[in-house]
């Protein structure tokens, strides 16, 4: 076990969009030591003059015997070979969402890190939001009522990906959020998903979660072609609702005091009775003082590095959301209809088999 301020020398493999920013916040933070791992040069040259105190190489085994822990930024498809080289060499890993792009992948590396006795995490940032820390707060306390459903939206024009589609880029986030709102895995799901541009990838979905326990569904909303952006997840219950939405500077969660009852003047009630009646009271807005999720994050792993503790979002917790990514992939990226409704299929046996840590 190591002293909290003790010297730590972190791996950063894949110097890309999420690449740079953990060497950012990995740079700000004391007694770190930085390596920059891309086998592009030009990359690497970025890399030194953004931060003329980090290391760099082209490739991981050259930097393996010489650091503490590795933090996998590399497009999906080779996270699970990279981590594995890591996990192989006594490395703790901090690996990006998804954890890998197959479940026997992802079953791999958790098995290997529990062999090696050495830290999994898996990079699901929303969870150390403290705005998602306080929706899940209020979503606990009642005061929504019983949860009705969850609707996300995680949409902007661009940022096509050459190795997963839409749902394995976008939909890890959402899953991970409604999961550690609800504090429970899906027992299924079903997807409709839609290639509108280029031969390869989907990129438009949207999935149903079913969550047993809670006896709610989630609705996962994710596109590469859409005009604007949005990162917006609505709660809604039988009493309020709440709206976080992560691209608001000063509100970015909103409770309604506002639903619909169903029953009838006389006040008894009755499935299709109308007239229905609509409250409509305050709106609130929470202030929820602002922490860069990244930022939080990595420094929680480099705590689980230096104490030996388990991560927030471990790779098991990484492992049930691949299943569920890996699910609706079985679906063949259709959401069938039988009489009106939507057909899920069951999440493989063995998710929900990590508790979802409370912040």
């Known amino acids: 076990m190591r002293s909290p301020g003790e010297g730590v020398h972190v791996a950063v493999v894949g110097y890309g969009y999420w690449g ?5 916040v990995l740079c700000s933070m004391p007694s770190v030591a930085v390596t920059v791992v891309d086998e592009h040069t030009g ?12 290391r760099v190489a082209e490739h991981v085994h050259d930097v393996l015997d010489d650091v503490d822990a590795v933090v996998v930024a590399t497009p999906p498809g080779s996270h699970a070979a990279v981590a594995l080289a890591a996990l192989d060499a006594g490395c703790h890993v901090l690996v990006e969402k998804p954890l890998t792009t197959t479940v026997p992948d992802a079953e791999t590396l958790v098995d290997r890190a529990r062999r090696a006795d050495v830290r999994l995490m898996v990079g699901n940032t929303f969870e150390y939001n403290p705005a998602v820390a306080r929706l899940r707060e209020i979503v606990r306390s009642g005061v929504l009522g019983r949860i009705l459903y969850i609707d996300t939206a995680r949409l902007s024009l661009g940022r096509y990906q050459s190795d997963v589609n839409v749902v394995w880029d976008l939909a890890p986030h959402d899953i991970s959020i409604v999961s550690y709102l609800l504090d429970e895995m899906p027992a299924a799901t079903a997807v409709w998903a839609q290639r ?26 994710v596109s590469w072609l859409d005009p604007n952006k949005v990162r917006r997840v609505t709660v809604v219950g039988d009493r309020k609702m709440a709206v976080y939405n992560d691209l608001s500077d000063t509100e970015r969660i909103r409770i309604y005091d506002a639903g619909v009852d169903s029953t009838t003047l006389d006040g008894s009630p009755e499935a299709h009775a109308m007239p229905v009646t609509y409250r409509t009271g305050d709106i609130t807005s929470l202030a929820v003082p602002y922490s860069e999720p990244l930022l939080v994050q990595d420094q929680h792993f480099l705590s689980c590095v230096r104490t030996g503790e388990t991560p927030r979002t471990p790779g098991s917790r990484g492992l049930d959301i691949v299943r569920v990514l890996a699910t609706a992939d079985d679906m063949g990226g259709s959401w069938p ?9 069951p999440i493989a046996p063995g998710s929900a088999t990590t508790p979802v840590a409370a912040s």
């Open 20 to 24: 740079s920013k953990h060497v950012r």
């Open 43 to 54: 990359r690497l040259a970025e890399a030194l003059s953004r931060h003329p105190g980090i």
């Open 196 to 221: 509108n541009i280029g031969r390869r990838h989907a990129d438009i979905a949207y999935l149903r979660l079913s969550f047993e326990r809670s006896r709610t569904q989630a609705f996962v909303h």
């Open 337 to 345: 209809m039988v009489s009106g409704g939507f057909v899920p299929a």
